[in-house]
Structure formats: C-alpha cells, structure tokens
C-alpha cells in the first residue's frame, strides 16, 4: 500500500514569490493534515480537512497561507507571497479520521526562501 | 490545553545500552499519548501509541514506554541499542474530543556509538 505522498521533496524560492505543495494521502483516509516544522522543532498542525472540509485552520496564516482539498482527496497548499520565515519543512499527514487514529506522514517538502 | 516537554534535546548511548527517552505530558482530559520517530529527510513513523488500555505499550523496533498518570509521564526505553535507532524522536499527545489533533514535543536526538 502506497503512504502519503508529497511533491515536491526540496524547493528554494526567492522572497516574495508564490509556492505550493501537493499531497496525495494514503487511499480511503478521510483526514488530512498539514504540518508546519521549523528546524529543532516537532510539527505543527496547520490545517486538518476532513474530506474536503476545513474543521480546523486557526494557526494557518490566512494573510498568505492558503489550502484546499477539492473532491476530498490531494490537497494542495500555497504560500503567497513567501517570506525568508516560511523555510521550514511543510508535512502532509493522513488519518481514517477516528479519534486517537494513527496519523501517517509524507516524507515532507524542504522549503529555502533566499 | 495539552502538551508535552521531552527533557534532553540530545542523547547518546553505547550501542547495546539502554534506551530512554523522556516525555512528560500536560493535559486536563485524559491523554493518548504517541512516540513517533523521524530518520533525515524522512517523514514520521509512529513507533507506539497509548489510549487508555494497557500502561505498558509495546512498539515496533524493540520499544515500549509506560503511562504513569501520577507522574504525567510516557517515557520511552529499549533494553539495547542499536545503530540503526539514531534518529530524532517526538512525543506527542492528543485527547478525546479534540479532533485528533496532535500536540508534538521539541523532539530528542538520539546517537548510538560504536
């Protein structure tokens, strides 16, 4: 069984330019998630779709950050327009959607803004 | 609301030695409580996971860790080392009710000498 899969794995932007990033998650998940993780740092959750749904988005940056889910499945998120802060790993997560359910991680995409 | 502190950003043992990481948890609900493990430039793996069944939780790779409410603790161990287990690990904790969502510590740097 294919994991979550992301594109892409490294990209290095200048500032001020637009990024996005493609997640696949695991087939049949319900919940997707998108990860923020800084360097030294544990992840933090940006936005959680169940389906295509948003249920939880309060620490995405809504002035630049934005994310969708259409049909429920890939989910795509942007950053428009990047800031030499937004480096950092961006991971994609996957869940059958129950409560205390495992969450299973993409390999993540390195982001460089220069 | 919820969290988790890992004492030690960086641990090294001999290989063959004991494992043990730290994780203490905050939470005014009754917790689930995971270890996950990262390897560079890798996605999270999750290695175990507690949800108010037994105490003792067995993973994969040789790990356990022991919820002990009366010291808020969730500490990781593995009775030997290998080299294959250096990694970064992650304690993390959610709760009934919160969607899932996943409150993850600063992580521990795991070395493993010859």
């Known amino acids: 069984e294919a994991g979550v899969v992301q594109s892409p794995r490294y990209k290095i932007i200048e500032k001020k330019q637009p990024v996005a990033f493609w997640c696949n998650p695991i087939s049949g998940h319900n919940t997707l998630y998108w990860y923020l993780q800084n360097l030294g740092q544990g992840p933090e959750l940006l936005i959680r779709?169940?389906?295509?749904?948003?249920?939880?988005d309060s620490q995405l940056p809504k002035d630049r950050f934005s994310a969708e889910r259409l049909k429920g499945v890939d989910s795509t998120l942007k950053i428009q327009p990047a800031e030499l802060g937004d480096s950092a790993v961006y991971l994609c997560?996957?869940?059958?959607?129950?409560?205390?359910?495992?969450?299973?991680f993409g390999p993540g995409t390195r982001l460089t803004v220069l | 609301a919820q969290s988790v502190t890992q004492l030690g950003s960086h641990v090294s043992v001999s290989e063959g030695a004991l494992v043990l990481l730290r994780c203490n948890y905050s939470s005014s609900v009754p917790p689930y409580l995971f270890w996950y493990v990262q390897y560079p430039n890798q996605g999270l793996q999750l290695l175990l996971k507690?949800?108010?069944?037994?105490?003792l939780v067995k993973g994969i790779n040789g790990f356990e860790a022991e919820f002990k409410k009366s010291e808020t603790s969730f500490h990781l161990t593995k009775p030997s080392a290998h080299m294959s287990d250096a990694a970064e690990y992650f304690c993390?904790?959610?709760?009934?009710?919160?969607?899932?969502?996943?409150?993850f510590g600063t992580g521990t740097q795991l070395k493993v000498e010859l």
């Open positions: 997560a996957s869940s059958l959607g129950l409560n205390s359910d495992t969450q299973y």
């Open positions: 507690y949800t108010s069944a037994a105490t």
């Open positions: 993390a904790v959610s709760f009934t009710g919160g969607g899932n969502k996943l409150t």
């Open positions: 779709y169940e389906n295509e749904e948003a249920v939880d």
